[in-house]
């Protein structure tokens, strides 16, 4: 893997920030303060957010804790693209997915000076002189062509201390090689395309390898799916209902777990990490419980004889429902 010390500091396990930016719904500040102790107490390291996530919500509640930590001792990333321009919010919420206040639009800024406004912005949302990882956000979902012409700028950044190490957080396959392919990144983090129900287009981890390129896995339940150890009827995937072929191959997963005395979700949380190249699995936890079983899962035991029989079934893409589309989770 790529020299950047930051990668081998991040752990096995990472703390995802989406839902305590409420995610889908409000959490009390109390109740996810607790929850990043929680992940502090279980040994979790390294903790992912963003500027999109619940308007900056998420950044401020994870610096309210962490600002308090030895600096040394932790790894935090967040991401550039997106800059929230303030607006009053006249009673409206969010329609971004997350149940906050609309007191801020999003607006896209791939360029120098939208960039490191946007670090900059973070920073003091974080309470911190820098972040250990900048993240491109979701540059397919705004200007691809943009985004692969912008590392320099993070590399500045990572020049004048600000970051530590740069990358690419997206749930596009395609997004990613073309980042991988055109810059010195030292992380991509990669939303729900390699996980245990799906693995397409395994160049992408391959060319990952070849240029010291780590691989942050995340999304690895797909969006809720594999997180029980039985699949629902109404299970999502993608964001939205999972179609038929994927309920079906995610309960074949599941009986292929029970056979092995291994649940789902502990299956789901140990698979990417079975590739040299993913260096981290970032879960996103909306509550101390949800840590403390996230945190046993991976901890437990996976016999390798689950994988060969995993293996067995053969190759899945879930076909259009498998494609890039921006979301919370990268």
Same mark, same amino acid.
């Given at each position: 893997?790529?020299?950047?010390?930051?990668? %081998?500091?991040?752990?096995?396990?990472?703390?995802?920030?989406?839902?305590?930016?409420?995610?889908?719904?409000?959490?009390?500040?109390?109740?996810?303060?607790?929850?990043?102790?929680?992940?502090?107490?279980?040994?979790?390291?390294?903790?992912?957010?963003?500027?999109?996530?619940?308007?900056?919500?998420?950044?401020?509640?994870?610096?309210?804790?962490?600002?308090?930590?030895?600096?040394?001792?932790?790894?935090?990333?967040?991401?550039?693209?997106?800059?929230? &321009?303030? +607006?009053?919010?006249?009673?409206? *919420?969010?329609?971004?997915?997350?149940? #906050?206040?609309?007191?801020?639009?999003?607006?896209?800024?791939?360029?120098? +000076?939208?960039? *490191?406004?946007?670090?900059?912005?973070?920073?003091?949302?974080?309470?911190?002189?820098?972040?250990?990882?900048?993240?491109?956000?979701?540059?397919?979902? %705004?200007?691809?062509?943009?985004?692969?012409?912008?590392?320099? #700028?993070?590399?500045?950044? +990572?020049?004048?201390?600000?970051?530590?190490?740069?990358?690419?957080?997206?749930?596009?396959?395609?997004?990613?090689?073309? @980042?991988?392919?055109?810059? &010195?990144?030292?992380?991509?983090?990669?939303?729900?395309?390699?996980?245990?129900?799906? +693995?397409?287009?395994?160049?992408?981890?391959?060319? @990952?390898?070849?240029?010291?390129?780590?691989?942050?896995?995340?999304?690895?339940?797909?969006?809720?799916?594999?997180?029980?150890?039985?699949?629902?009827?109404?299970? %999502?995937?993608?964001?939205?209902?999972?179609?038929?072929?994927?309920?079906?191959?995610?309960?074949?997963?599941?009986?292929? @777990?029970?056979?092995?005395?291994?649940?789902?979700?502990?299956?789901?949380? %140990?698979?990417?990490?079975?590739?040299?190249?993913?260096?981290?699995?970032?879960?996103?936890?909306?509550?101390?419980?949800?840590?403390?079983?996230?945190?046993?899962?991976?901890?437990?035991?996976?016999?390798?004889?689950?994988?060969?029989?995993?293996?067995?079934?053969?190759?899945?893409?879930?076909?259009?429902?498998?494609?890039?589309?921006?979301?919370?989770?990268?």
């Amino acid at each position: 893997m790529a020299d950047n010390p930051v990668l %081998h500091r991040v752990g096995r396990l990472g703390f995802g920030g989406a839902p305590i930016g409420n995610l889908y719904s409000a959490i009390p500040d109390g109740e996810a303060l607790a929850t990043v102790l929680a992940a502090w107490d279980a040994g979790i390291r390294y903790f992912d957010t963003a500027p999109h996530y619940g308007l900056g919500l998420s950044e401020r509640r994870l610096g309210a804790v962490l600002r308090d930590k030895p600096r040394e001792e932790f790894v935090i990333s967040t991401k550039v693209g997106r800059l929230l &321009e303030p +607006q009053h919010a006249a009673g409206r *919420r969010d329609a971004e997915g997350f149940d #906050v206040p609309a007191d801020a639009v999003r607006r896209w800024d791939f360029n120098e +000076q939208g960039i *490191r406004r946007s670090l900059e912005d973070s920073l003091l949302r974080l309470g911190l002189d820098r972040v250990d990882i900048a993240y491109l956000h979701d540059p397919d979902a %705004h200007d691809l062509d943009a985004g692969i012409r912008q590392p320099f #700028v993070l590399e500045k950044l +990572q020049d004048e201390g600000l970051a530590g190490a740069i990358g690419v957080g997206t749930n596009s396959v395609d997004a990613a090689l073309a @980042c991988v392919d055109a810059a &010195e990144l030292d992380l991509v983090m990669l939303a729900g395309r390699y996980t245990l129900l799906e +693995q397409p287009r395994l160049p992408l981890l391959e060319r @990952c390898m070849e240029r010291g390129t780590g691989v942050v896995a995340v999304g690895v339940f797909n969006s809720g799916l594999l997180a029980r150890p039985e699949v629902p009827a109404d299970a %999502h995937y993608n964001y939205g209902q999972a179609p038929a072929a994927v309920l079906e191959r995610a309960r074949a997963l599941a009986a292929l @777990c029970r056979d092995f005395g291994v649940e789902l979700p502990t299956a789901a949380l %140990h698979f990417p990490l079975r590739h040299p190249a993913v260096v981290n699995v970032t879960v996103g936890v909306r509550s101390p419980e949800q840590v403390v079983a996230n945190a046993a899962r991976m901890d437990a035991a996976v016999p390798d004889e689950l994988w060969d029989a995993v293996a067995a079934l053969g190759p899945f893409e879930a076909g259009p429902f498998g494609s890039g589309a921006s979301g919370a989770d990268a």
